[in-house]
């Protein structure tokens, strides 16, 4: 039985003490009746108190177990949380890493373009030396003057593959550029969706 109904009953039994100092025979037999109905509801009142006890006992139970898995809610989420931002970190770091690649294919391409350029020029200045040779030759055709012409066309030959490697070489630096900026694209999209909130 809980504290509260014992300190209930010992209140009515002090009520009641007075009573019962009484003469016996000036007890009426409904008095008698009032003190069993007054110590049953007494009883009553303390079954009920107990079982509100035991009910907010067993809420308050139930209350910390929730608490407990919250916490350990809350401790997961914050390890997701740091998981989170160690990938983002990660990502952030390939990302300033893939950057510098490209800067530097980025140089070599425009290096490799200059030097294409020159070659071009070159190879424009062979073909005007080429075609000035052919008309001396149309007009006197010497040996001298055709085996010059034969190292210049040799020559320009040469240089028209090695544009032609130059070229091809230029080509794979774009697309090596190209492969290396979707990959920086979807860096910056992980990134930006490991930024937004859960």
């Known amino acids: 039985m809980s504290p509260l109904t014992l300190c209930l009953l010992c209140a009515l039994a002090m009520e009641v003490r007075p009573a019962s100092a009484a003469p016996v025979g000036s007890l ?3 008095q008698d009746e009032e003190l069993t109905l007054l110590f049953h509801g007494a009883l009553q009142l303390g079954q009920a108190l107990n079982s509100v006890y035991r009910t907010t ?4 139970v139930e209350a910390r177990h929730s608490l407990g898995l919250y916490g350990r809610a809350l401790g997961l989420l914050g390890q997701e ?8 970190q990660e990502l ?5 890493k893939m950057q510098i690649e490209e ?7 425009e290096a490799t373009a200059q030097a294409l350029g020159e070659m071009a020029q070159g190879q424009q200045v062979l073909r005007e ?3 000035h040779l052919e008309v001396q030759l149309r007009g006197a055709w010497l040996g001298h003057a055709r085996q010059e012409f034969e190292a210049l066309k040799a020559h320009a030959d040469k240089q028209s ?6 070229k091809g070489h230029t080509q794979r630096q774009r697309q090596e550029m190209m492969a290396q900026q979707h ?15 859960a």
Do not use: C, F, Y
Request: aromatic share 2%; charged share 15%.
């Open 129 to 131: 030396s080429m075609q």
């Open 161 to 166: 593959l090695i544009l032609w490697v130059l």
């Open 57 to 60: 006992e067993a809420q308050l």
């Open 103 to 109: 800067d530097a294919l980025k140089l070599q391409a």
């Open 28 to 30: 009426e037999p409904a």
């Open 92 to 96: 952030q770091a390939s990302l300033l």
């Open 183 to 197: 990959q920086l694209q979807q860096i910056q999209e992980r990134l930006h969706t490991a930024a937004l909130p």
């Open 81 to 88: 949380v740091n998981q989170g931002q160690d990938a983002a």
